[in-house]
């Protein structure tokens, strides 16, 4: 019987037999045959090697003639590049270097392919494609440059301010005002404001010149906010804002803790608008509380200035404005002053309402910003009309006071400041952040004291040319 080990054998007997007899029929002799199968072998096996190397070459070459070229980016933005390869040709296809910069290759079973990702740091670099073509071969690699620029936010200083300064103050600072539900149960709106060196001031350890002052009288349910700008240009302005917002709000709460008169007027005016008698009694009561707590502040910064045998008045200009509200049956009545820039508004998202409380001044030239601490300011006869208002509202879904660190970046204009459009597409930014920035939104919802941490995270927004100090108060 024929083993399997046998029939090997014999195959090969015969795959000998029928090669000597190609030698004979070819004229390799006997001597020669170990010499022309050696030589025969090594021939074979150069020419498959040069020929499994062209392949490679041309593939390579293929690839180097899609001209990849890899876009600049910048440091922390998202960053994505589409390309194509031939994945029918290639395999085992790799970014070297693109997962240390923050960045994923990815790549489809069509050749489509991406890079994204938001770059970690910025400079010049050189990623490796590196993929496999015939097999045997060595790993080809393609190098393509790119380069990530800074991200101009962490070109910014952060320079504390230093505690010694005269009239030094924090570089931040956040209030939650909660006002607890009446009675009847129904939740009442409440008070949130955050300030914010800005990054000019950051940059050289300037200290914050704005600031602001909340409070709601628990006894009567007035509520008293203020936000003050002090001027960048005025060495301590930071203490005048200071001095401006705290003299309202003891003047205007020593007033509305029990003052049934001008309450009494309020509702008269309410139940007849067109009776000229009601509307200037209600209107008195308004300029003893909040045109002359206007002057006090200005009077009490003069106070400050004077004591110190250094400055001036002007060294410590500020603009102010300031609102008192309350909630009455039969809506809200808000009473405000303003002078100075930045921007105050009735915001009323369910009758797509937005009602500026005033007008944001400047001075004589343009961008010449007009401040409390001018004794002008007080002296102008139409002074009254033009920075006291008072309004009767049935709701609103929030009351905003800023300065200009966020009017500006947020508005553009003062004409956009009178366009509801404008107040709508801010207060959605408001509530969502800045996703590309990695910068939260706010939750206005009642009873949210990280509402105020929330806030001060928003007004780290970018905006390029925009690093004044930020100050906002919102009453919701």
């Not at 041309?58 to 440091?75: A, C, H, S």
């Not at 404001?193 to 409070?215: T, W």
């Not at 205007?252 to 009694?281: G, M």
């Amino acid at each position: 019987m024929t083993t399997r080990k046998n029939r090997s054998l014999l195959r090969m007997n015969e795959s000998a037999r029928a090669l000597d007899k190609a030698l004979r029929y070819a004229g390799v002799s006997s001597a020669d045959k170990e010499q022309f199968l050696n030589w025969a072998i090594s021939s074979l096996w150069n020419t498959f090697k040069n020929e499994r190397m062209n392949q490679r070459i041309m593939i390579e070459n293929e690839i180097r003639q899609l001209g990849l070229r890899f876009p600049n980016g910048t440091v922390k933005k998202e960053y994505c590049v589409f390309f194509d390869l031939p994945v029918d040709k290639i395999s085992d296809i790799e970014l070297v270097g693109a997962e240390e910069l923050g960045l994923m290759l990815v790549v489809g079973e069509d050749g489509k392919c991406s890079l994204s990702g938001k770059p970690k740091k910025a400079g010049d670099y050189s990623l490796k494609l590196r993929y496999k073509t015939v097999e045997g071969e060595p790993v080809s690699e393609l190098a393509i440059p790119v380069a990530f620029n800074p991200n101009p936010r962490d070109l910014w200083r952060n320079i504390p301010t230093d505690p010694n300064i005269p009239y030094y103050k924090p570089d931040s600072e956040t209030e939650y005002v909660k006002v607890e539900a009446g009675a009847d149960g129904v939740s009442r709106k409440d008070i949130v404001a955050a300030s914010q060196r800005g990054r000019s001031h950051a940059q050289e350890g300037k200290a914050r010149d704005d600031h602001f002052s909340l409070f709601h009288c628990d006894e009567s349910d007035w509520y008293i906010m203020a936000v003050a700008d002090g001027a960048g240009s005025a060495r301590y302005s930071r203490k005048g804002s200071e001095v401006a917002c705290k003299t309202v709000i003891d003047h205007c709460k020593s007033l509305l803790l029990d003052n049934y008169d001008f309450e009494a007027s309020i509702r008269d005016y309410e139940a007849d608008r067109e009776n000229q008698e009601k509307r200037t009694n209600v209107t008195r009561h308004v300029i003893d509380i909040v045109y002359k707590g206007a002057m006090k502040a200005h009077e009490a910064v003069k106070k400050v200035a004077e004591a110190n045998e250094e400055a001036k008045l002007k060294d410590f200009a500020t603009t102010l404005m300031f609102a008192v509200c309350k909630k009455y049956d039969f809506g809200w009545f808000i009473a405000s002053f303003w002078v100075g820039d930045g921007a105050m508004c009735i915001f009323d998202a369910d009758n797509k309402t937005a009602k500026l409380l005033g007008t944001p001044d400047e001075g004589e030239f343009s961008g010449q910003t007009r401040f409390l601490t001018m004794p002008e300011i007080f002296r102008d006869p139409d002074v009254v009309s033009k920075r006291l208002r008072m309004s009767i509202v049935l709701d609103f879904t929030a009351l905003f006071l800023m300065s200009d660190g966020i009017s500006d970046p947020m508005f553009e204009t003062d004409k956009n400041l009178n366009d509801y459009a404008k107040w709508e597409a801010f207060y959605n930014n408001l509530k969502t952040g800045f996703p590309d920035d990695e910068i939260g939104g706010v939750d206005l919802s009642d009873d949210n004291d990280a509402a105020k941490d929330q806030l001060l995270g928003w007004l780290d927004f970018w905006s390029p040319g925009n690093h004044d100090d930020r100050t906002i108060a919102i009453l919701y």
